[in-house]
């Protein structure tokens, strides 16, 4: 039962704009039946939390792009997109055979969740690599892909030329695409 | 590091005409170097996007919070339902005994009582002579030879009859009682006998006493059965042994 009746429009906005009480909402309201889908389905509570995770983060990055619009309620929404991933999932970890993946299924509109979510994972999984840079690294990084000049970086961090911001910026460029990949390496 | 430059460079759309034309034809070719552009893209776009790390961050803890308090909620309701679920099954248990004593009593035990019944209950053989009717007899030689040939109905009509005119014609009522037991009237039966005092001074006494054990013990009332059936059997009288017996199976 909602506890405030939020319209699922508010819902989808509240997602966007990262409310946090729009956000307990999401758990208070859907998190249990996706739950249960996950427990009958070869998986346990923690599963159930990673799979409402990425749920939320695949509708937040479809429903801000400007023309999404919902054709369903949100709740068979989230569900679908639950039912996709799980399914991805169970085949990934081959706990379903190939047979049993619902093919029809992931080819409307699944396999687009399913992109989505895996561009998430690779999102997330560089951030993380690029909060272990030093401090002035991510600061130069960041103010780049903020669109800052090169003059405006140079003098925002005091450094003495406008090359040495470059080669800073590459060098720092540098060492994170190296982490990520020492990192991949070790993943698989 | 000069890679590096180039490919950023490339992505910020800042490269000579010459150094861009020479990446597009490498990118044609060369699929680890379209990989390496590609994953610089997806870079620079995880490092732009706040809005999505701030999200990931927030359901992070969103979803802490949320699964600490129903973790809290199902800490007190788990023992709550337990302790629910223990007294549903005690309760439960305690239903399934009492009906099986009921069941015990009501059939099993019957069935036993009327076992030994049938096993002990023999018709009462009158003190008649003749079984045809001779002229001058009274109501209660009527009925008494009716109940002889079997007629109990009849028999019974008669005794009715006597008893509503005299209610302290025990012999009445005694065959009264012998009558209603063959018409498996067992509760007139044993009110019939009851009618008739403890301390009745007749011949007939140790037989009212005898039938009324049998009808109580049909009627599956083992207590007062026995009770009567050990006075019978400590009087050494007609039925001593067999409502020792009878005693004895009833106290096992």
Known sequence: MRSVNYSDTELLNGLISRDERILKEYYTLYFQG????????????????????????????????????????????????????????????????????????????????????????????????????????RKVLSLFTEGFSIAEITEIMGYKSDQHTRNRRYRCKLSLINSIKSAMTVIE | METTRIIEEYLDQTLSMEERDAVEARLASDKDFSDLIALHKEVNESIGDRELIELHHLIEKVSAEYLRRNRKQEAVIKPILYKKFIIRIAAILIIMVASGMIIKTLFFDHVNTEKLFGKYYTTYEADVISRSAPSGTTTLDQAVLNYTNGEYSEALNLLDALVQQDGKNYLAWFYKGLSCLETDQTGEAVHSFRTIPESWDSPYAEHRNWYLALSLLRQGDITDASQILSGISSANGYYDRQAEKLYLKLSD
């Open chain 1, 34 to 137: 996706i739950r249960r889908h996950v427990l009958s389905n070869h998986g346990n509570n923690e599963d159930a939390k990673d799979l409402f995770h990425e749920v939320l983060l695949v509708l937040f990055q479809k429903a801000r792009i400007e023309d999404f619009q919902l054709t369903s309620a949100l709740g068979t929404y989230l569900y679908a997109i639950s039912k996709f991933l799980w399914l991805k999932e169970l085949g990934k970890r081959k706990r379903i055979s190939h047979q049993e993946i619902d093919h029809e299924a992931l080819a409307d509109g699944g396999d687009e969740v399913v992109q989505i979510n895996e561009k998430n994972e690779r999102l997330l999984f560089f951030r993380a690599c690029f909060e272990k840079l030093s401090a002035n690294c």
